[in-house]
């Protein structure tokens, strides 16, 4: 498969510092992943501080040795700050609040870069860290800085200076501002390579191009900040309704939510996921989930006096672009409890019972990401076997899945979990659908569009260039030819719907479970002022017989989501589902 026809996709816009379950790590360079865990840093701590925020300092830390800064009482509940240099070459960073939550784990390769400059969870402070490395001992320079106008000067250098950076979100830093036309050239810029590279225009046919030029000109011009500037932008973004589509920039959006998880269900936020009170290492925050005594299942009504409706409405759906309502849930419920640092969310809750009552909670944390499994092999019962895909992003999903295929060969029946795949590269699925076919089946067909400028001069109709489907060819000797079933859900994105599709159009699995995301395609991708940037998709992607997916979701044979008693009772009522499936298919 040639260059053009991968399919990168960003799998989580939104890290998480999770509150209450697991993370998502950023890493500042892919062969640093193996995240050492807190207990094994804490024993190699050879050299103890204190530290008062915004104090700059000079340590000297042995490789294969840890320092731990004691964190002064601050604003931010900061409580302990670990660097760990590695003997691999990754500098290990763990900061951590006075409950013992993580607000940051990450590395970055010390060799490689002369620094780490990466924002403290989702608080509006960054650690700025540089540092030599001389024989074994890196000397570094360390602050943990809350003013904005330094991290954004910090930030800037980092540029220029081989320096690694991560962030959360934008609001750790002051963006650069942004004259008058550099706001219109960036608008006009992103208008023009929609209007001739987009590719799903037919999914908006209420959508008036040349007007949206017409009509948001005059906003961006009166544009007063940056912020507001990309809001403008991401709202007109927004308007094209995919998932592939987007702006991204600087945003003070506050990102801080209680430490309780929810998701959207036919159009209602039910709590998904609760921090038990002995979890918790906050005296306050125990008393707090003690008194609220939240359960799974319930529903959120109203938060501080608005109804769910109103906030998806207003504040989140004009922002967010994504090519299904499914997909655009899955970002906007779990941002509905967002809100400044330590301010209390009135939440009026329906309880299992029907009853309401009113909690408060305060808001502490980043927003809470979903529990992701990484990859898994698990033997079920009747012979079947699970296997859990967490991303093709990169080559380990096939190494992974060949680690395991000799006891596949062997199982009856088996279960492909992408329902929380965010995609990365087609070439990596079709990899793994090589194993499971003995003749070639078809991947997705795609056209692109072929702009002729000539042609449009003489008053002809555009061109669609007809690209060829993929072929997937069987590189197995001994595939494995037993019954399938692929779980999908709303979380798969991208590559992982390639996967769907082509083992469902060639009728070479069934698929079970909830929608997918209904966004692939190949994103063009350009810049924007204030180290923002935008992509637009270019090709259009159906199933080999021309059915669309992109808008509206891999439609699964048996489709079934759980409800709120399911999430109360915590049931995999798809993995039950598929179960029973395989078990009709193998008798």
Same mark, same amino acid.
């Given at each position: &498969?040639?260059?053009?026809?991968?399919?990168?996709?960003?799998? =989580?816009?939104?890290?998480? !510092?999770?509150?209450?379950?697991?993370?998502?790590?950023?890493?500042?360079?892919?062969?640093?992943?193996?995240?050492?865990?807190?207990?094994?840093?804490?024993?190699?701590?050879?050299?103890?501080?204190?530290?008062?925020?915004?104090?700059?300092?000079?340590?000297?830390?042995?490789?294969?040795?840890?320092?731990?800064?004691?964190?002064?009482?601050?604003?931010?509940?900061?409580?302990?700050?670990?660097?760990?240099?590695?003997?691999?070459?990754?500098?290990?960073?763990?900061?951590?609040?006075?409950?013992?939550?993580?607000?940051?784990?990450?590395?970055?390769?010390?060799?490689?870069?002369?620094?780490?400059?990466?924002?403290?969870?989702?608080?509006?402070?960054?650690?700025? &860290?540089?540092?030599?490395?001389?024989?074994?001992?890196?000397?570094?320079?360390?602050?943990?800085?809350?003013?904005?106008?330094?991290?954004?000067?910090?930030?800037?250098?980092?540029?220029?200076?081989?320096?690694?950076?991560?962030?959360?979100?934008?609001?750790?830093?002051?963006?650069?501002?942004?004259?008058?036309?550099?706001?219109?050239?960036?608008?006009?810029?992103?208008? !023009?390579?929609?209007?001739?590279?987009?590719?799903?225009?037919?999914?908006?046919?209420?959508?008036?191009?040349?007007?949206?030029?017409?009509?948001?000109?005059?906003? *961006?011009?009166?544009?007063?900040?940056?912020?507001?500037?990309?809001?403008?932008?991401?709202? =007109?973004?927004?308007?094209?309704?995919?998932?592939?589509?987007?702006?991204?920039?600087?945003?003070?959006?506050?990102?801080?939510?209680?430490?309780?998880?929810?998701?959207?269900?036919?159009?209602?936020?039910?709590?998904?996921?609760?921090?038990?009170?002995?979890?918790?290492?906050?005296?306050?925050? !125990?008393?707090?989930?003690?008194?609220?005594?939240?359960?799974?299942?319930?529903?959120?009504?109203?938060?501080?006096?608005?109804?769910?409706?109103?906030?998806?409405?207003?504040?989140?759906?004009?922002?967010?672009?994504?090519?299904?309502?499914?997909?655009?849930?899955?970002?906007?419920?779990?941002?509905?409890?967002?809100?400044?640092?330590?301010?209390?969310?009135?939440?009026?809750?329906?309880?299992?019972?029907?009853?309401?009552?009113?909690?408060?909670?305060?808001?502490?944390?980043? *927003?809470?990401?979903?529990?992701?499994?990484?990859?898994?092999?698990?033997?079920?019962?009747?012979?079947?076997?699970?296997?859990?895909?967490?991303?093709?992003?990169?080559?380990?999903?096939?190494?992974?899945?060949?680690?395991?295929?000799?006891?596949?060969?062997?199982?009856?029946?088996?279960?492909?979990?992408?329902?929380?795949?965010?995609?990365?590269?087609?070439?990596?699925?079709?990899?793994?659908?090589?194993?499971?076919?003995?003749?070639?089946?078809?991947?997705?067909?795609?056209?692109?569009?072929?702009?002729?400028?000539?042609?449009?001069?003489?008053?002809?109709?555009?061109?669609?260039?007809?690209?060829?489907?993929?072929?997937?060819?069987?590189?197995?000797?001994?595939?494995?030819?037993?019954?399938?079933?692929?779980?999908?859900?709303?979380?798969?994105?991208?590559?992982?719907?390639?996967?769907?599709?082509?083992?469902?159009?060639?009728?070479?699995?069934?698929?079970?479970?909830?929608?997918?995301?209904?966004?692939?395609?190949?994103?063009?991708?350009?810049?924007?002022?204030?180290?923002?940037?935008?992509?637009? =998709?270019?090709?259009?992607?159906?199933?080999?017989?021309?059915?669309?997916?992109?808008?509206?979701?891999?439609?699964?044979?048996?489709?079934?989501?759980?409800?709120?008693?399911?999430?109360?009772?915590?049931?995999?009522?798809?993995?039950?589902?598929?179960?029973?499936?395989?078990?009709?298919?193998?008798?």
């Amino acid at each position: &498969m040639s260059g053009q026809r991968r399919r990168r996709s960003t799998e =989580c816009i939104l890290v998480g !510092s999770v509150v209450l379950l697991s993370f998502v790590i950023a890493i500042g360079d892919a062969e640093c992943a193996q995240i050492p865990p807190i207990a094994e840093v804490r024993a190699r701590v050879r050299l103890r501080e204190r530290y008062k925020i915004d104090t700059d300092v000079h340590v000297e830390v042995r490789v294969g040795q840890a320092v731990r800064f004691s964190v002064d009482e601050n604003y931010y509940d900061i409580a302990e700050f670990l660097i760990y240099p590695a003997s691999d070459g990754g500098i290990w960073v763990y900061g951590l609040d006075r409950a013992g939550v993580f607000l940051e784990r990450s590395s970055t390769n010390f060799r490689r870069r002369t620094g780490n400059i990466r924002q403290l969870g989702g608080l509006p402070c960054a650690a700025i &860290m540089k540092w030599k490395l001389r024989d074994d001992v890196l000397s570094i320079d360390l602050v943990i800085s809350t003013d904005k106008a330094r991290n954004r000067d910090e930030r800037n250098l980092a540029l220029k200076n081989r320096m690694a950076m991560g962030g959360r979100s934008a609001n750790w830093h002051l963006p650069p501002e942004v004259t008058e036309t550099e706001r219109i050239a960036g608008f006009v810029r992103f208008w !023009s390579e929609v209007k001739y590279n987009f590719a799903f225009f037919h999914q908006v046919p209420e959508l008036d191009w040349d007007q949206v030029l017409i009509d948001y000109l005059p906003r *961006i011009q009166g544009a007063q900040t940056t912020y507001e500037y990309f809001d403008l932008l991401r709202e =007109c973004a927004a308007l094209l309704k995919d998932g592939h589509t987007e702006v991204w920039g600087p945003s003070d959006d506050p990102l801080f939510c209680p430490a309780i998880r929810v998701r959207g269900i036919s159009g209602k936020a039910i709590i998904e996921d609760v921090m038990l009170p002995e979890e918790s290492k906050s005296p306050e925050l !125990s008393q707090e989930l003690a008194g609220a005594d939240l359960r799974p299942g319930e529903e959120i009504t109203r938060i501080d006096g608005r109804t769910v409706s109103e906030i998806l409405q207003e504040d989140l759906y004009p922002y967010i672009s994504a090519s299904t309502p499914q997909s655009r849930d899955l970002e906007a419920f779990p941002r509905l409890l967002c809100g400044e640092y330590k301010s209390v969310a009135v939440l009026t809750v329906c309880g299992l019972d029907g009853t309401e009552r009113q909690v408060r909670l305060k808001r502490r944390g980043a *927003i809470p990401g979903r529990q992701l499994k990484g990859f898994v092999f698990q033997k079920l019962d009747h012979g079947l076997v699970y296997v859990n895909l967490p991303t093709f992003g990169n080559e380990s999903a096939v190494e992974q899945f060949k680690g395991v295929f000799e006891q596949i060969q062997k199982a009856k029946g088996l279960v492909i979990d992408v329902r929380e795949n965010g995609g990365g590269d087609s070439d990596i699925a079709f990899r793994i659908v090589s194993l499971l076919i003995e003749r070639p089946i078809s991947g997705t067909s795609w056209q692109t569009r072929q702009y002729m400028p000539a042609f449009r001069a003489w008053g002809r109709k555009e061109k669609w260039y007809e690209g060829k489907p993929d072929i997937i060819e069987p590189r197995e000797k001994d595939p494995f030819l037993g019954p399938v079933v692929v779980l999908t859900g709303v979380g798969t994105f991208s590559a992982a719907e390639d996967f769907a599709v082509a083992l469902h159009a060639s009728k070479r699995a069934r698929v079970v479970g909830g929608r997918t995301a209904g966004s692939t395609g190949q994103p063009l991708h350009m810049s924007l002022p204030a180290g923002g940037g935008a992509r637009i =998709c270019t090709k259009r992607d159906t199933y080999p017989d021309g059915r669309e997916f992109v808008g509206v979701g891999v439609i699964p044979d048996v489709e079934i989501c759980p409800a709120p008693a399911d999430i109360a009772a915590k049931r995999d009522v798809v993995l039950e589902r598929a179960v029973e499936e395989l078990k009709r298919m193998v008798k």
